[in-house]
Protein backbone atom coordinates (compact mmCIF):
# COMPACT_ATOMS: atom_id res chain seq x y z
CA UNK A 1 0.00 0.00 0.00
CA UNK A 2 0.84 3.66 -0.81
CA UNK A 3 1.83 5.59 1.64
CA UNK A 4 -0.73 8.43 0.61
CA UNK A 5 -3.39 5.80 0.19
CA UNK A 6 -3.75 5.09 3.82
CA UNK A 7 -6.50 6.51 5.68
CA UNK A 8 -5.38 9.46 8.48
CA UNK A 9 -4.28 8.57 11.59
CA UNK A 10 -4.02 4.97 10.52
CA UNK A 11 -0.25 3.74 10.22
CA UNK A 12 0.83 0.39 9.08
CA UNK A 13 3.49 -1.18 11.39
CA UNK A 14 6.98 -1.82 10.58
CA UNK A 15 7.88 -5.06 9.35
CA UNK A 16 10.04 -6.75 11.74
CA UNK A 17 13.83 -7.10 10.04
CA UNK A 18 13.53 -11.10 8.76
CA UNK A 19 17.28 -10.90 8.27
CA UNK A 20 17.97 -9.78 11.70
CA UNK A 21 19.50 -12.81 13.79
CA UNK A 22 18.17 -13.37 17.33
CA UNK A 23 20.19 -14.07 19.41
CA UNK A 24 19.79 -17.67 21.49
CA UNK A 25 21.13 -17.93 25.24
CA UNK A 26 24.25 -20.08 24.95
CA UNK A 27 23.19 -23.37 26.82
CA UNK A 28 25.82 -25.53 25.93
CA UNK A 29 28.57 -22.97 26.69
CA UNK A 30 26.96 -22.24 30.83
CA UNK A 31 26.42 -26.21 31.05
CA UNK A 32 30.64 -26.81 30.51
CA UNK A 33 30.95 -24.02 32.44
CA UNK A 34 29.12 -25.13 35.06
CA UNK A 35 30.87 -28.70 35.01
CA UNK A 36 34.23 -27.19 34.94
CA UNK A 37 33.05 -25.51 38.13
CA UNK A 38 31.80 -28.72 39.60
CA UNK A 39 35.09 -31.01 38.34
CA UNK A 40 37.56 -28.37 40.13
CA UNK A 41 35.52 -28.24 43.30
CA UNK A 42 35.44 -31.68 43.42
CA UNK A 43 39.47 -32.85 42.58
CA UNK A 44 40.66 -29.69 44.52
CA UNK A 45 42.26 -31.74 47.43
CA UNK A 46 43.28 -34.16 44.42
CA UNK A 47 45.19 -30.83 42.57
CA UNK A 48 46.99 -29.40 45.85
CA UNK A 49 48.30 -33.21 46.44
CA UNK A 50 49.28 -33.56 42.89
CA UNK A 51 51.19 -29.66 42.93
CA UNK A 52 52.87 -30.42 46.05
CA UNK A 53 54.21 -33.59 44.91
CA UNK A 54 56.17 -31.09 42.41
CA UNK A 55 58.23 -29.80 45.50
CA UNK A 56 60.86 -31.52 46.54
CA UNK A 57 60.73 -33.38 49.46
CA UNK A 58 63.48 -33.05 51.82
CA UNK A 59 65.27 -36.06 53.82
CA UNK A 60 65.50 -34.55 57.24
CA UNK A 61 64.40 -37.13 59.82
CA UNK A 62 61.38 -34.28 61.66
CA UNK A 63 59.68 -35.32 65.01
CA UNK A 64 56.41 -33.71 65.87
CA UNK A 65 56.50 -34.27 69.88
CA UNK A 66 58.57 -31.49 71.12
CA UNK A 67 59.00 -32.44 74.83
CA UNK A 68 60.72 -35.75 73.30
CA UNK A 69 62.92 -33.33 71.08
CA UNK A 70 63.78 -32.06 74.16
CA UNK A 71 64.43 -34.97 75.69
CA UNK A 72 66.91 -36.07 72.82
CA UNK A 73 68.65 -32.64 73.28
CA UNK A 74 68.72 -33.17 76.57
CA UNK A 75 70.49 -36.60 76.33
CA UNK A 76 72.69 -35.77 73.00
CA UNK A 77 73.50 -31.42 73.89
CA UNK A 78 72.13 -30.97 70.17
CA UNK A 79 69.89 -28.10 69.94
CA UNK A 80 66.54 -28.27 68.97
CA UNK A 81 65.27 -26.86 65.66
CA UNK A 82 61.38 -26.40 65.21
CA UNK A 83 59.90 -25.54 62.22
CA UNK A 84 56.31 -24.09 61.94
CA UNK A 85 54.84 -24.20 59.23
CA UNK A 86 51.35 -24.97 57.34
CA UNK A 87 50.00 -26.27 54.57
CA UNK A 88 49.06 -24.44 51.30
CA UNK A 89 51.30 -21.70 52.73
CA UNK A 90 53.68 -20.17 49.53
CA UNK A 91 56.34 -18.93 52.45
CA UNK A 92 55.68 -22.63 53.45
CA UNK A 93 56.58 -24.08 50.27
CA UNK A 94 59.31 -21.93 49.20
CA UNK A 95 61.29 -22.58 52.33
CA UNK A 96 60.44 -26.41 51.48
CA UNK A 97 61.46 -26.09 47.77
CA UNK A 98 64.51 -24.20 48.40
CA UNK A 99 65.88 -24.61 51.57
CA UNK A 100 64.93 -27.70 53.82
CA UNK A 101 65.32 -29.87 50.63
CA UNK A 102 69.05 -28.52 50.37
CA UNK A 103 71.86 -31.04 50.69
CA UNK A 104 74.22 -28.49 52.41
CA UNK A 105 70.89 -28.03 54.89
CA UNK A 106 69.37 -31.52 55.01
CA UNK A 107 73.52 -32.83 56.17
CA UNK A 108 73.55 -29.83 58.98
CA UNK A 109 70.15 -30.17 60.54
CA UNK A 110 70.73 -34.38 60.64
CA UNK A 111 73.93 -33.88 62.00
CA UNK A 112 73.93 -31.12 64.59
CA UNK A 113 70.05 -30.39 65.58
CA UNK A 114 66.75 -32.38 66.60
CA UNK A 115 64.21 -31.50 63.98
CA UNK A 116 60.86 -30.73 64.42
CA UNK A 117 57.84 -29.96 62.69
CA UNK A 118 54.92 -28.22 63.97
CA UNK A 119 52.09 -27.93 61.52
CA UNK A 120 50.16 -24.48 62.74
CA UNK A 121 46.68 -25.58 61.25
CA UNK A 122 46.94 -28.58 63.93
CA UNK A 123 44.84 -26.93 67.45
CA UNK A 124 48.30 -28.73 69.57
CA UNK A 125 51.04 -26.44 67.80
CA UNK A 126 48.53 -23.38 69.21
CA UNK A 127 49.89 -23.55 73.12
CA UNK A 128 53.45 -23.64 71.18
CA UNK A 129 53.45 -21.22 68.93
CA UNK A 130 52.03 -18.45 71.77
CA UNK A 131 54.69 -19.61 73.83
CA UNK A 132 57.58 -18.64 71.57
CA UNK A 133 55.24 -15.61 70.48
CA UNK A 134 55.22 -17.02 66.95
CA UNK A 135 52.97 -14.36 64.99
CA UNK A 136 54.25 -15.71 61.43
CA UNK A 137 54.95 -18.62 59.15
CA UNK A 138 57.20 -20.02 57.93
CA UNK A 139 58.83 -19.62 61.43
CA UNK A 140 62.16 -21.58 62.42
CA UNK A 141 63.27 -21.52 66.02
CA UNK A 142 66.59 -22.95 67.70
CA UNK A 143 66.13 -24.37 71.25
CA UNK A 144 68.47 -25.66 73.58
CA UNK A 145 67.59 -28.77 75.78
CA UNK A 146 65.51 -26.41 78.51
CA UNK A 147 63.36 -24.61 75.79
CA UNK A 148 65.88 -21.17 75.54
CA UNK A 149 65.24 -19.53 72.32
CA UNK A 150 69.46 -19.80 70.63
CA UNK A 151 68.08 -17.98 67.39
CA UNK A 152 65.17 -17.68 65.50
CA UNK A 153 63.82 -16.48 61.79
CA UNK A 154 60.78 -15.70 59.40
CA UNK A 155 60.80 -17.42 55.74
CA UNK A 156 64.42 -18.00 55.51
CA UNK A 157 66.64 -18.55 52.66
CA UNK A 158 69.06 -21.53 52.31
CA UNK A 159 72.10 -19.57 53.04
CA UNK A 160 70.56 -17.36 56.02
CA UNK A 161 69.51 -20.67 57.06
CA UNK A 162 72.84 -22.42 57.27
CA UNK A 163 74.62 -18.81 58.90
CA UNK A 164 71.78 -19.24 61.73
CA UNK A 165 72.51 -23.53 61.72
CA UNK A 166 76.24 -22.33 62.10
CA UNK A 167 75.53 -19.53 64.62
CA UNK A 168 74.20 -22.33 67.32
CA UNK A 169 75.60 -25.80 66.11
CA UNK A 170 77.49 -27.15 69.00
CA UNK A 171 79.86 -29.11 66.36
Given at each position: ???????????????W?????T????????????????????????????????????????????????????????????Y??????????????????D???E???????????????????????R????????????????????????????D???????????D
Amino acid sequence: MDPSERPPGSSEPTPWPRDTPTRKPNYVGILVLLLVVVVLVSQWSSMIAFFHRLIPSDNIPWKTDLQAAFAESHKTARPVLVYFTANADPGCEAMNRDVWSDVKVEKKVAASFIPVRLDADLPRSAPIARQYDVRTIPHVLILDSQGDVLAEGDAIGRDEALRLMARTALD
